[in-house]
């Protein structure tokens, strides 16, 4: 009875190292872009890189027989790999193979993840897709801050005039005030030249006049004594 137990064991063992890598694979063409999938029609298929060969059961076996990913587009078992999301309703894209099973839904048709460990709904249906949406949402974001930014730099500009409006505004009450000044010393020296000429004239008058008063007593005085 121990000896049949045992050979099942062992039976049983060979079987599951021999399968298992498919158990553990993902579907062949899973993580392959449609253009693709006749690339890897043959039996024998050549890495893209030129690298090397493998047969098609090599195809997303989970191990890595081409050192660009040909040969693992749908695992992670490739680091250079990348993973085709269809995202059927959404926006089609590639993923490095890093985010295939990784716990995180990368995929909006939740094809990434589908080793059974983590379950990720499908939300590309009728425009559903949340990333494309979170793009949008960004883009409208980035669209209101870049009015915002606008907005701000308009303001920005308007307070720079004015400030302009205020310094030229300054320069001219101070030019204004440097005219008066020197139209009033101009004024109050044109003022004082004309005085000092009046005085001038004035002194020159009464000296005139002394003269003539002079030369008149003289004359009286030759008219009395003669
Ligand atoms: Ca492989
Ligand atoms: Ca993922």
């Not at 695992?75 to 993923?95: D, E, H, I, V």
């Not at 559903?128 to 793009?135: L, P, T």
């Not at 101070?174 to 004309?194: D, G, N, P, S």
Request: net charge negative.
């Amino acid at each position: 009875m121990e000896g049949s137990v045992t050979l099942s064991l062992v039976f049983a063992f060979f079987v599951f190292s021999a399968y298992w890598p498919s158990v553990l694979s993902a579907p062949s063409l899973l993580g392959v872009h449609p253009l693709d999938e006749k690339y890897f029609d043959s039996e024998k298929v050549k890495c893209k890189d030129g690298s090397s060969f493998f047969s098609r059961d090599r195809l997303n076996d989970n191990f890595c027989d081409c050192v660009d990913g040909t040969d693992e587009p749908g695992t992670s078992a490739c680091p250079r790999g990348r993973f085709y999301c269809r995202n059927m309703g959404g926006r089609p894209k590639f993923l490095f193979s890093s985010n295939v099973n990784d716990n995180i839904c990368d995929c909006c048709d939740g094809s990434d993840e589908y080793d059974g460990s983590f379950s990720c709904p499908n939300t590309c249906v009728m425009g559903g897709n949340i990333e494309y949406k979170a793009e949008i949402r960004h883009s409208t974001v980035n669209y209101v801050n870049a009015i915002d930014s606008r907005e701000s730099k308009v303001g920005n500009k308007l307070e720079e005039l004015i400030q302009n409006l205020e310094g030229l505004k300054a320069l001219w009450i101070i030019q204004l005030v440097v005219f008066v000044f020197v139209l009033a010393v101009w004024l109050f020296r044109l003022h004082a030249t004309k005085s000092n000429s009046d005085i001038e004239a004035m002194s020159t008058s009464d000296a005139e006049h002394q003269q003539a008063r002079k030369w008149l007593e003289v004359d009286f005085w030759e008219l009395s004594h003669n």
